[in-house]
């Protein structure tokens, strides 16, 4: 079946420092590629996503990457900030058979050291 | 203010007392979809419905069921609940198409014994 394999589990950064995380997905007919950030005892919120025609989207600190060829995206968070610290998800989906099933990473647990 | 709304946000049971979750949306949105979380595991999709009475299963549907019969509620029904079904679940919603952005309710925490 489909699936979405993300790297790291954890990842531990020097406040200042840049953070990426990386996803491989499998379904090539996905073309939406979110990431979420979860905050401890909090629901999963939306900070970038990207869709299959475009390679780059960036906002402020928070830029995404795509490699459709590889099947690849990437999250890089530049100048990181102990508010930065929680837990990633991205996930994918694209219109399998007509439909929208999203599959989800296991999660980065980001922790921005001051 | 737009919100997707669950409730309970925590329930404890017993195995086999059958419950429902409700969920419910404000935003007139299309797109409706169950989460379950697991250490380890991240996010799981349930099931999802892409419109009134369009229903289908995500990638862990066995043991649940949903029905979609107002555009604005979705609630998830155990059934027979067992205690692999406690877990931390997320209701959510969306548009379709190029302003799919999904919000996400609070949470529902749920301990079967």
């Known amino acids: 079946g ?30 939406y590629f979110p990431w979420y950030k979860q905050e401890l005892g909090k629901r999963p919120q939306l900070i970038i996503d990207i869709r299959s025609n475009v390679g780059e989207k ?28 929680a837990v990633y998800f991205c996930a994918a989906t694209g219109p399998t058979s007509g439909t929208y099933k999203y599959i989800f990473g296991t999660g980065t647990r980001l922790k921005v050291l001051a | 203010e737009a919100q997707v709304t669950q409730n309970p946000r925590y329930l404890i049971t017993v195995t086999g007392k059958k419950l429902t979750v409700t969920c419910s949306q404000n935003m007139n949105h299309e797109y409706m979809s169950w989460y379950r979380q697991d250490p380890g595991l991240g996010l799981r999709q349930i099931y999802y419905s892409m419109n009134v ?7 862990v549907p066995e043991g649940y069921k949903v029905s979609r019969k107002e555009k604005r509620n979705f609630p998830l029904i155990l059934e027979s609940p067992s205690p692999n079904q406690t877990s931390l679940y997320f209701c959510a919603s969306s548009l379709l198409g190029v302003k799919n952005i999904q ?11």
């Open chain 1, 58 to 85: 960036k906002d402020q600190r928070i830029a995404v990457t795509l490699n459709k060829t590889a099947k690849h995206f990437s999250l890089h968070i530049t100048e990181t900030q102990p508010e930065d610290s």
């Open chain 1, 2 to 31: 489909e699936n979405v394999e993300q790297h790291p589990s954890t990842l531990s950064v020097q406040e200042g420092d840049s953070a990426v995380i990386k996803c491989t997905y499998s379904d090539s007919a996905s073309n």
């Open chain 2, 53 to 59: 009475e369009v229903t289908d299963k995500g990638d």
């Open chain 2, 103 to 113: 919000y996400f309710g609070a949470g529902t925490r749920l301990s079967v014994l």
